[in-house]
């Protein structure tokens, strides 16, 4: 086995009987990265030297038996998230230069624990888009397919983690941005309840929608990371003072007692065929496994969320995108006068994803449309929490998809904003009911990686964690490596 | 909802953010065709539904009023597109 | 046609916190060198996240309590969107529909009449960034930006349209401000910026009930200019509707050196704040026991202290009114009368009102000193009191020692010493000088002895001047009298 697939959990054990040290695994990731970075274009910045003066800094520490499970392994931290003294860029032209002068509260907790950075994963810029096809430097490539889509906004850590550019990686989602991309790239991605990971540092979509989250090659790793990154912070408002427990004691092989709702509005109309078998499949192994499995669980609102979202994160979006105005920092366009230099910094320095939104939100709050839009968006967002919550009182936990198809070809939908929105039609109600969500590798389809998608209510991540577990120790899609990457690498 | 060149217009003007004539056009279009969509919003009776704009439960949450360091100025200024002095510098701001 | 002017006044003053509304820098910008207190949250760097200062959030419900508004359960902030560089984030967070008060009250003292004046709001903002002025030796002009005020918590109170003069707006203000500092939650500072006031006046016939046209006048920058900028307005306003045009609803900015109202159409451009609750703070609901028990512990506000003034050392209204528009001027006068003794009190309390709203008040103002900077403690003051009480300074040479007092810092003995202005009582020495100015002016005498008062008051006066006004006046009228009178 190559050391750049290996799981945490699996690094951590060489690591910590001496087999292999920081330095070689951190070694082994960077050459992986030089050899495939070239066909994938997942990373905006690689951060070599940081990484190995990390890495020399974890051996000291292992060697001093005091090393934690994350010590010395490299994590791919996604472009939204700031890094001192490290490029943040948000995958755009407004913040191609930006260097941040402090940490996100996650990055610092990770630093605590002893990460190796690598690098800094690309994205749909500012998190827009569900492809990576929003990225104003390059688009990524799907490991599986490189003519297809990672999926976004957290596409490049997704390929990184899929085809062994890092160990792990830290996502954002905000309507599906980690768990879209993972089930696309065929790896466990966990979108943890609103307000259990700290968002200071975090560049802000939709302040009310985003979540910081694990991306990761197996569940044990995605309870690892969350061990490390849940938990209250003085700095964010909304993070939640709720304890935070040893997720991986949460993980066990069977799935006795859970009762798990199948929500039929979730096998929408327009679904590949192929999705929904991997998935009927998916779920008769969950049955095996001793849960109780109902198929006919409802949530009649979710048609109503994809519209719902879209006013709500777009509005949220376009406050959070004003101080982009190329005066404290960032690209600076030099015109006629302020206001010009202002309007044209705006107009050059955002992506056509990111204005479309600006111009929604705009739209969605402005005089005389703010309760036809906006309010009535956030009144159906609380007919969809009343609606999960109702159904978790009587399930432990729902089943999904992630979404209606397998990863689509590059430029197939890119010129069609709806058609794009609706790739994460499986995913956004989860942001706007402010639970966690869990999709770990459920199969194939044509060749292409299908993601199941665990739901459960606000801070029930180990139990979502717990089914993920027990599905991945009774399946081996999650062990599967990217096998078109490896024959295209052969043939070079 | 259709929205008209002057929506888009007034739009711009309103978040500061000039467009081409070729951007108006399509955005016009496609915000069109988006909003076209958010109709089925009308479907739902939300009659005595409050609005939800915080997703946890969370009340009160402050902090005690107590100083900390600052960032140094060079910080502050480090990524300033244009600097004097030790001010952020922009063309000339008038009432 | 008679008119009526209707003004409406929306108060925005900083509050005495020690850091700043939603991060840990300091709040005090104003000696801070530029940049030099900020952080990557007041400075709305990607990824910066609020967090609500408690302090501000008690000192705006004390403030609201203490004019009688209404707290109601629940509070939370929103987003106040309009791009403008000296904003950091884009939006403002401030309050929209839900303000921390509503519908209050202050009652002001106009011609002696009260008058309440209802409080629509009192809410909690943030302040923006610092713009400079600057040019190039071209002369092209261009702008610098200081952050340090960014973020700096703002308190806005807004009154309903129930002022009826430029006097009763100044009368406003200043009741106002007397309870803010007597509240100990801002400087009330208008100099400085720390208190701002924007103006709403508009014109009606006499009668009328509804409003007419508003313009907002900004640009104040003390109370004087308050008063002057809306007795300007006020004027403007009339011209324009006796030569049959009508008022434009416009702002109009006050400038101060030419004592004129200007347009400010830019300031009219399509504003549309979309408002929306801001989703990074929680919202925020106080315990009625809370709040109950921040206005116990609310301090003696300038009414009550005003009528305690009157009730307990016996002054006039309207002395104890002028006391007590300044918390700084209660306290000195408290202090002073804390360090007198004795059966005198009720006297020497008149004498130093006396002082304090005569001569004191005049050299703060003509020297531009504020009283905690003034270099005669009340200590000092007292000692002057008890030397004229002794009779070793005259009253007219006390207002000579004051001045000097307030100059160098120095103890009135010290100057009597310095200067030799010990009052002169000797009856033999007075005489002397009496003779003298009998001989010298033949003309007054002759015309004292036809009983012309006002030849008295001149050969006093004479007296005085040829002793630098050390002569005991009153052994002066006295032996004048003697000794022309016989």
């Known amino acids: 086995m190559n050391l750049y697939d290996l799981t945490i959990h699996q690094s951590h054990e060489l690591l910590k009987n001496g087999e292999v040290s920081s330095t070689e695994l951190t070694?082994?990731?960077?050459?992986?990265?030089?050899?495939?970075?070239?066909?994938?274009?997942?990373?905006?910045?690689?951060?070599?030297?940081?990484?190995?003066?990390?890495?020399?800094?974890?051996?000291?520490?292992?060697?001093?038996?005091?090393?934690?499970?994350?010590?010395?392994?490299?994590?791919?931290?996604?472009?939204?998230?700031?890094?001192?003294?490290?490029?943040?860029?948000?995958?755009?032209?407004?913040?191609?230069?930006?260097?941040?002068p402090y940490n996100a509260t996650v990055v610092e907790k990770l630093g605590d624990a002893g990460v190796v950075i690598v690098g800094k994963g690309n994205m749909d810029e500012f998190?827009?888009?569900?492809?990576?096809?929003?990225?104003?430097?390059?688009?990524?490539?799907?490991?599986?397919?490189?003519?297809?889509?990672?999926?976004?906004?957290?596409?490049?850590?997704?390929?990184?983690?899929?085809?062994?550019e890092a160990i792990y990686a830290l996502g954002s989602d905000t309507g599906g941005s980690i768990r879209q991309p993972a089930g696309f790239c065929s790896i466990v991605g966990l979108k943890p309840t609103y307000g259990r990971v700290s968002r200071y540092g975090l560049v802000a979509f939709a302040s009310s929608l985003d979540q910081i989250g694990p991306m990761t090659k197996d569940v044990t790793d995605s309870a690892l990371v969350m061990n490390v990154i849940a938990g209250y912070d003085h700095r964010d408002s909304t993070s939640v003072n709720y304890p935070v427990p040893d997720y991986t004691k949460a993980l066990s092989s069977d799935l006795n007692g859970l009762k798990l709702g199948i929500p039929r509005e979730y096998f929408v109309e327009g679904m590949q065929k192929g999705v929904e078998e991997v998935m009927r499949t998916a779920i008769a192994k969950l049955e095996d496994l001793g849960a109780t499995v109902d198929w006919e669980a409802s949530l009649p609102s979710t048609r109503y969320a994809l519209a719902a979202?879209?006013?709500?994160?777009?509005?949220?979006?376009?406050?959070?995108?004003?101080?982009?105005?190329?005066?404290?920092?960032?690209?600076?366009?030099?015109?006629?006068?302020?206001?010009?230099?202002?309007?044209?910094?705006?107009?050059?320095?955002?992506?056509?994803?990111?204005?479309?939104?600006?111009?929604?939100?705009?739209?969605?709050?402005?005089?005389?449309?703010?309760?036809?839009?906006?309010?009535?968006?956030?009144?159906?967002?609380?007919?969809?929490?009343?609606?999960?919550?109702?159904?978790?009182?009587?399930?432990?936990?729902?089943?999904?998809?992630t979404s209606p198809t397998v990863p689509f070809k590059i430029g197939q939908k890119v010129d069609d904003p709806l058609q794009?929105?609706?790739?994460?039609?499986?995913?956004?109600?989860?942001?706007?009911?402010?639970?966690?969500?869990?999709?770990?590798?459920?199969?194939?389809?044509?060749?292409?990686?299908?993601?199941?998608?665990?739901?459960?209510?606000?801070?029930?991540?180990?139990?979502?964690?717990?089914?993920?577990?027990?599905?991945?120790?009774?399946?081996?899609?999650?062990?599967?490596?990217?096998?078109?990457?490896?024959?295209?690498?052969?043939?070079? | 909802m259709k929205l008209s060149r002057e929506d888009v217009?007034?739009?711009?003007?309103?978040?500061?953010?000039?467009?081409?004539?070729?951007?108006?056009?399509?955005?016009?279009?496609?915000?069109?065709?988006?909003?076209?969509?958010?109709?089925?919003?009308?479907?739902?009776?939300?009659?005595?539904?409050p609005p939800t704009a915080y997703p946890p439960p969370l009340e009160n949450v402050i902090r005690e009023d107590k100083v900390a360091p600052c960032l140094p100025q060079s910080d502050i200024l480090a990524n300033a597109p244009h600097q004097e002095e030790g001010y952020f510098r922009v063309k000339a701001v008038l009432d | 046609m008679n008119y009526e002017t209707v003004i409406?006044?929306?108060?925005?003053?900083?509050?005495?916190?020690?850091?700043?509304?939603?991060?840990?820098?300091?709040?005090?910008?104003?000696?801070?060198?530029?940049?030099?207190?900020?952080?990557?949250?007041?400075?709305?760097?990607?990824?910066?996240?609020?967090?609500?200062?408690?302090?501000?959030?008690?000192?705006?419900?004390?403030?609201?309590?203490?004019?009688?508004?209404?707290?109601?359960?629940?509070?939370?902030?929103?987003?106040?969107?309009?791009?403008?560089?000296?904003?950091?984030?884009?939006?403002?967070?401030?309050?929209?529909?839900?303000?921390?008060?509503?519908?209050?009250?202050?009652?002001?003292?106009?011609?002696g009449q009260q008058k309440r004046i209802a409080i629509t709001r009192v809410h909690l903002e943030e302040d923006t960034a610092k713009l400079l002025h600057r040019h190039t030796p071209e002369g092209e002009s261009y702008t610098l930006m200081d952050v340090n005020r960014s973020g700096v918590p703002l308190m806005e109170i807004v009154s309903e349209p129930d002022l009826r003069s430029p006097e009763e707006a100044r009368q406003y203000l200043i009741k106002l401000r007397a309870i803010l500092q007597f509240l100990g939650v801002s400087t009330g500072n208008m100099e400085d910026g720390s208190f701002r006031c924007d103006a709403n006046i508009s014109i009606r016939p006499l009668g009328r009930t509804d409003y007419a046209a508003k313009v907002e006048v900004k640009n104040m920058n003390s109370f004087r200019a308050v008063y002057r900028a809306l007795e300007y307005e006020e004027k403007r306003q009339k011209e324009v509707l006796e030569a049959g045009g009508t008022i434009v609803q416009e702002t109009r900015g006050w400038i101060e050196e030419r004592g004129v109202t200007v347009s400010q159409r830019s300031k009219e451009y399509a504003h549309d704040y979309r408002y929306f609750p801001e989703p990074d703070l929680p919202p925020m609901a106080f315990s009625r026991t809370w709040v109950e028990e921040l206005g116990a512990k609310l301090p003696e506000l300038p009414d009550a202290r005003r009528s305690r003034f009157t009730q307990q050392y016996g002054l006039p209204v309207y002395d104890a009114s002028l006391l007590t528009t300044s918390k700084a001027m209660a306290d000195y006068f408290e202090d002073c009368i804390g360090l007198t003794e004795g059966p005198n009190l009720e006297k020497r309390t008149k004498a130093v009102s006396n002082w304090l709203l005569g001569d004191f008040t005049r050299l703060?103002?003509?020297?531009?000193?504020?009283?905690?900077?003034?270099?005669?403690?009340?200590?000092?003051?007292?000692?002057?009191?008890?030397?004229?009480?002794?009779?070793?300074?005259?009253?007219?040479?006390?207002?000579?020692?004051?001045?000097?007092?307030?100059?160098d810092g120095k103890r009135a003995s010290e100057i009597i010493a310095e200067k030799g202005l010990t009052q002169i009582s000797d009856e033999q020495k007075i005489v002397q000088v009496i003779d003298e100015v009998i001989a010298a002016n033949e003309q007054a005498v002759a015309d004292l002895k036809k009983g012309k008062e006002r030849a008295k008051t001149f050969l006093v006066g004479q007296v005085m001047r040829l002793t630098?006004?050390?002569?005991?006046?009153?052994?002066?009228?006295?032996?004048?009298?003697?000794?022309?009178?016989?």
Not at chain 1, 29 to 43: D, F, M, Q
Not at chain 1, 52 to 60: C, G, I
């Open chain 1, 27 to 100: 070694r082994a990731v960077l050459e992986r990265i030089s050899k495939v970075e070239e066909k994938l274009h997942a990373i905006v910045t690689v951060t070599e030297e940081l990484a190995l003066r990390q890495a020399q800094q974890a051996d000291e520490r292992i060697r001093s038996g005091d090393s934690t499970p994350l010590t010395g392994i490299p994590a791919l931290i996604k472009d939204n998230m700031c890094t001192r003294g490290i490029r943040t860029t948000c995958a755009s032209r407004m913040l191609e230069n930006f260097v941040p």
């Open chain 1, 127 to 164: 998190a827009m888009g569900s492809s990576n096809e929003h990225s104003a430097f390059f688009v990524t490539h799907n490991p599986w397919d490189l003519g297809s889509v990672p999926g976004g906004s957290s596409g490049g850590p997704a390929a990184a983690v899929a085809a062994g």
């Open chain 1, 309 to 401: 979202y879209y006013i709500i994160a777009p509005s949220e979006a376009m406050a959070n995108l004003a101080r982009y105005d190329g005066v404290k920092y960032g690209y600076s366009y030099d015109g006629e006068n302020m206001w010009d230099d202002m309007e044209k910094t705006r107009q050059f320095g955002f992506g056509p994803e990111v204005k479309r939104r600006i111009i929604l939100g705009t739209y969605a709050l402005s005089a005389g449309y703010y309760d036809a839009y906006y309010l009535k968006a956030q009144k159906v967002r609380t007919l969809i929490m009343q609606e999960f919550q109702q159904a978790f009182e009587h399930y432990d936990a729902l089943i999904t998809p």
């Open chain 1, 420 to 492: 794009m929105y609706l790739s994460d039609v499986c995913t956004l109600p989860i942001n706007i009911g402010g639970i966690p969500g869990l999709v770990v590798p459920a199969g194939f389809c044509d060749g292409l990686p299908v993601g199941m998608q665990i739901l459960g209510k606000p801070f029930s991540e180990e139990t979502l964690l717990r089914i993920g577990y027990a599905y991945e120790q009774a399946t081996d899609w999650g062990q599967q490596r990217p096998p078109i990457l490896e024959r295209q690498n052969d043939a070079s």
């Open chain 2, 9 to 49: 217009l007034h739009i711009s003007t309103l978040c500061r953010m000039s467009m081409s004539n070729a951007e108006l056009e399509r955005f016009q279009e496609q915000i069109s065709n988006i909003l076209e969509n958010f109709e089925i919003l009308k479907e739902v009776d939300t009659t005595n539904v």
């Open chain 3, 8 to 111: 409406g006044l929306e108060v925005h003053s900083h509050l005495l916190t020690e850091s700043k509304m939603f991060c840990s820098c300091s709040a005090d910008y104003i000696n801070a060198a530029p940049n030099t207190h900020v952080c990557p949250v007041c400075l709305g760097m990607p990824g910066v996240l609020p967090v609500i200062n408690q302090q501000a959030l008690e000192y705006t419900v004390m403030t609201a309590l203490a004019l009688n508004c209404t707290i109601p359960e629940y509070t939370k902030f929103d987003r106040k969107n309009y791009p403008y560089p000296d904003l950091m984030k884009g939006y403002q967070i401030s309050q929209y529909d839900t303000p921390i008060s509503i519908d209050g009250g202050m009652d002001i003292e106009v011609e």
């Open chain 3, 364 to 407: 703060l103002h003509s020297t531009v000193t504020d009283i905690s900077d003034c270099k005669v403690t009340s200590k000092h003051l007292m000692e002057m009191l008890d030397l004229i009480e002794k009779g070793t300074l005259s009253g007219a040479a006390a207002k000579t020692v004051l001045e000097d007092m307030f100059s």
């Open chain 3, 468 to 486: 630098k006004g050390r002569a005991n006046a009153s052994l002066v009228n006295e032996l004048l009298k003697e000794k022309l009178e016989g």
